[in-house]
């Protein structure tokens, strides 16, 4: 980043420059991008972002414009030697053999940018704010030195959440502020939390070079043994749609600007149409659980979040992007055609496009071109409905349904493949008008965000803002607020310094999120350190004055090669499910014999039942003293199975240990309600229809209490203030 040059307009944008030059002009600078000596339109900024758009995409060979419609795939910084995201430095060295600093481009890197054009990178894992900054630097300075000098945008999956959770890739919080997760915020009830949320993500993604967030999930949570279901707002058509709007707005909306501005990130709402109703919970990152259903003729609720909040925007218009998710919306096209999202001319072309009128970017979820894996139980497999095709048929396929962007794509190849075969059936002149409606929609966006004036960031500010007090304590504060009390026996809060019993946990072998063998692990209920600024820890019951009790809800999924499919469980206990359908809903694939995936009778344990052991346990060892369960919700689930031998039950969505003491403690009061049903048993989650919210029976306790959705305590007992009435009474 040297040669490094700052010019400040007058009531225009301050101008990074390295090596491209400035043309002054009306007393005016631009960056002279072009090369040219003379002001062409898409470098100047007094124009509207469309116009600088259209004009340079006309200006872009076929082969720029491909680089646009790729999304990287995810880039570790500094990257890793081996694993699932392997990269190189220096000519195929390893970081520490290469001698480059953590910051520096990989040889994969400069490979994507230079000669495949990628210009949308998505970044996973940035070490701190100061490395992120210095290696967005790195990426800017070498893309402007290209023709047009089009800047890196920079995209990020959600990277706030305060405790991960096992599905989809995890962006942990690096110098950044902690937040709950989505059914987090939505236990707070308060739109005005996740606006808040959203402008802070904003000026800390920033921060670090980033214009895109891959979120917020919009997605109606109506099936609750979804792996991702925790990282939605629920199944609460009025509240997702209304956390839509205010998150949306808050993350694209610069205050100074009161519209698109320089603190502007560009929001990518997932997963059109809804990838909430998957068969029986069954994921579609996986060919066995690739099928969306609507027993209950329910679709048009699933898009109420897109149609009525994140395209029906005060400040900025729509989201600026949209994510088709990974499944087959069975038998929604009228056609009968059962194929992937994003390959369904009805779904993108005839009711995103054509009958509600989006404008902005569509682009596929992340790889799903490339050929199938010959075994069902694998990660990838994505091409649903499209097994058939060539690679670059899929690619042309997509773009003919109106998508712009292909996720996790880096190889130019398919693409300009592609093109050709369009030309052959389209014409070249309707094939190069195609592809410049797509380069003007993906542009707009760098435009929108200031990239063109300028994508450099200062280091040391970067490492001022991010994780700084305000926005640590904003997001605590949030936390606290999405944690749901369900029972209390009187024993919260405890004040003072007590001993606290804290067993550990055992969790047996179980398949992955990249369907990888996990091992079995025995790990500590808590971290000590967490625990000691609120209580001395005690590993004799006996010596204790309470037991906490540190759970999440079952981990499970719903296919091995071994079984076939078999229940998604929610029960701790060894489940078989007799009350699930004789024959599925959807079915139908190439490495199958039958398109029943049914599962009746069959059974499942899920891999952490020792949770429920060690609450049954921690009651006998603490006789008549308190014992308090905390439990990580990562899906709804059968608190039954363990209510009754617990005095209190905190639910939590994700956040901080810490957290969870200080409502234990008294150092705050719970607030939060359930955005969602605990369901009774699982005879009633098999009988309901996936996409229907409400539809099962929730639990009720030992005290009377029933928790459904929007049930909690506080210290005085049953909540009831303005945000149930105004939700509850209209879910």
């Given at each position: 980043m040297a040669n490094i040059k700052t010019v400040k307009n007058e009531g225009g944008p301050t101008l990074g420059v390295t090596s491209a030059p400035v043309i002054e002009k009306d007393g005016l600078f631009f960056r002279d991008l072009e090369r040219t000596g003379e002001l062409v339109p898409y470098e100047?900024?007094?124009?509207?972002?469309?116009?600088?758009?259209?004009?340079?995409?006309?200006?872009?060979?076929?082969?720029?414009?491909?680089?646009?419609?790729?999304?990287?795939?995810?880039?570790?910084?500094?990257?890793?030697?081996?694993?699932?995201?392997?990269?190189?430095?220096?000519?195929?060295?390893?970081?520490?053999?290469?001698?480059?600093?953590?910051?520096?481009?990989?040889?994969?890197?400069?490979?994507?940018?230079?000669?495949?054009?990628?210009?949308?990178?998505?970044?996973?894992?940035?070490?701190?704010?100061?490395?992120?900054?210095?290696?967005?630097?790195?990426?800017?300075?070498?893309?402007?030195?290209?023709?047009?000098?089009?800047?890196?945008?920079?995209?990020?999956?959600?990277?706030?959440?305060?405790?991960?959770?096992?599905?989809?890739?995890?962006?942990?919080?690096?110098?950044?502020?902690?937040?709950?997760?989505?059914?987090?915020?939505?236990?707070?009830?308060?739109?005005?939390?996740?606006?808040?949320?959203?402008?802070?993500?904003?000026?800390?993604?920033?921060?670090?070079?980033?214009?895109?967030?891959?979120?917020?999930?919009?997605?109606?949570?109506?099936?609750?043994?979804?792996?991702?279901?925790?990282?939605?707002?629920?199944?609460?058509?009025?509240?997702?749609?209304?956390?839509?709007?205010?998150?949306?707005?808050?993350?694209?909306?610069?205050?100074?600007?009161?519209?698109?501005?320089?603190?502007?990130?560009?929001?990518?709402?997932?997963?059109?149409?809804?990838?909430?109703?998957?068969?029986?919970?069954?994921?579609?990152?996986?060919?066995?659980?690739?099928?969306?259903?609507?027993?209950?003729?329910?679709?048009?609720?699933?898009?109420?979040?897109?149609?009525?909040?994140?395209?029906?925007?005060?400040?900025?218009?729509?989201?600026?992007?949209?994510?088709?998710?990974?499944?087959?919306?069975?038998?929604?096209?009228?056609?009968?055609?059962?194929?992937?999202?994003?390959?369904?001319?009805?779904i993108i072309g005839d009711l995103l496009r054509d009958k509600y009128g989006y404008k902005g970017v569509v682009c596929t979820d992340w790889g799903i071109t490339q050929d199938p894996n010959p075994k069902l139980d694998s990660f990838g497999s994505r091409c649903f409905g499209t097994e058939d095709l060539t690679e670059a048929e899929r690619h042309l396929c997509i773009i003919e349904n109106g998508v712009d962007q292909f996720g996790g794509n880096n190889d130019i190849k398919p693409i300009l493949e592609a093109y050709k075969i369009g030309c052959e059936r389209h014409g070249e002149d309707a094939m190069r008008k195609r592809f410049e409606e797509s380069a003007v929609r993906l542009l707009l966006n760098s435009f929108r965000c200031g990239l063109f004036e300028n994508p450099y960031l200062d280091p040391e500010e970067s490492k001022e803002i991010l994780g700084c007090d305000e926005f640590v304590k904003e997001g605590f504060e949030a936390q606290l607020k999405s944690i749901v009390m369900v029972k209390n026996n009187g024993v919260l809060p405890v004040s003072g310094r007590k001993k606290v019993y804290i067993p550990g946990r055992h969790i047996d072998a179980h398949k992955g999120f990249m369907r990888d063998m996990m091992p079995a692990m025995d790990i500590p209920g808590a971290n000590p350190a967490d625990v000691a600024p609120f209580y001395d820890v005690t590993d004799d019951p006996a010596e204790a004055d309470m037991a906490i009790c540190f759970i999440e809800s079952p981990i499970s999924d719903g296919y091995t090669e071994e079984t076939g499919y078999r229940p998604v469980t929610l029960q701790y206990r060894p489940y078989t499910a007799d009350a699930a359908r004789e024959v599925s809903i959807a079915g139908g694939d190439f490495r199958e014999e039958s398109d029943n995936r049914t599962y009746k009778g069959k059974s499942n344990t899920p891999a952490n039942e020792s949770d429920l052991d060690l609450v049954i346990k921690a009651r006998e060892q603490m006789g008549d003293k308190p014992v308090i369960v905390s439990i990580r919700m990562n899906n709804p689930c059968m608190v039954s199975e363990f209510e009754k031998y617990a005095d209190a039950i905190l639910v939590n969505f994700g956040v901080e240990t810490k957290a969870t003491l200080t409502i234990v403690s008294g150092g705050a009061e719970p607030s939060a309600m359930l955005p969602v049903q605990l369901p009774a048993d699982m005879e009633t989650v098999e009988k309901h229809c996936e996409d229907k919210p409400f539809d099962y029976n929730p639990y009720t306790d030992s005290v009377g209490n029933t928790y459904d959705f929007g049930f909690g305590l506080d210290f005085k007992g049953v909540i009831r203030d303005d945000r149930y009435e105004k939700y509850v009474s209209n879910r």
């Open positions: 100047d900024w007094r124009l509207t972002p469309e116009e600088r758009a259209k004009d340079l995409a006309s200006r872009m060979s076929v082969e720029e414009i491909a680089g646009l419609m790729m999304y990287s795939a995810h880039q570790i910084v500094p990257a890793a030697g081996g694993g699932w995201f392997p990269a190189t430095y220096r000519g195929g060295k390893t970081l520490a053999e290469s001698g480059a600093d953590e910051w520096e481009l990989t040889d994969q890197q400069k490979k994507f940018l230079t000669e495949d054009h990628v210009r949308y990178v998505l970044a996973m894992v940035l070490k701190n704010g100061e490395i992120a900054a210095k290696w967005n630097n790195e990426m800017q300075a070498l893309c402007e030195e290209m023709p047009h000098g089009i800047p890196v945008n920079t995209s990020t999956d959600p990277r706030h959440g305060a405790g991960s959770a096992s599905a989809e890739f995890k962006t942990e919080a690096k110098d950044t502020s902690k937040w709950p997760l989505g059914l987090g915020l939505a236990a707070t009830f308060s739109p005005e939390t996740v606006k808040k949320f959203a402008r802070i993500a904003a000026k800390e993604y920033r921060a670090l070079g980033i214009t895109t967030e891959l979120g917020p999930q919009i997605d109606l949570g109506t099936e609750p043994r979804w792996m991702r279901v925790a990282d939605t707002y629920g199944p609460s058509s009025k509240l997702v749609t209304e956390y839509a709007k205010n998150y949306c707005e808050g993350l694209q909306n610069d205050p100074e600007a009161d519209g698109w501005g320089e603190s502007s990130v560009a929001a990518m709402v997932k997963h059109w149409p809804g990838g909430g109703p998957c068969e029986a919970g069954r994921d579609a990152h996986y060919a066995y659980g690739k099928f969306a259903v609507y027993p209950g003729d329910n679709l048009q609720e699933h898009l109420k979040p897109f149609l009525e909040g994140a395209f029906k925007l005060d400040k900025t218009g729509q989201a600026s992007a949209v994510m088709p998710y990974y499944t087959i919306s069975y038998g929604v096209d009228p056609s009968g055609k059962n194929v992937g999202n994003s390959y369904s001319k009805y």
